[in-house]
């Protein structure tokens, strides 16, 4: 299962980081690649949220 949870933009940079919670990054490429939804790296990511 994969869960959409945000996406920030940073306008100065111009680019959206999209947060997901899924058990692989290998997911949420295919994803993406199936929606048609461009990226330009996907990574594996930790909440830090106390």
Request: net charge negative.
């Amino acid at each position: 299962d994969i869960s959409y949870l945000r996406s920030t933009f940073a306008p100065e940079d111009g680019r959206c980081m999209c947060l997901f919670d899924a058990a692989s990054d290998t997911d949420v490429k295919r994803l993406n690649d199936d929606a048609g939804l461009p990226y330009h790296r996907i990574v594996p990511a930790l909440d830090l949220t106390p």
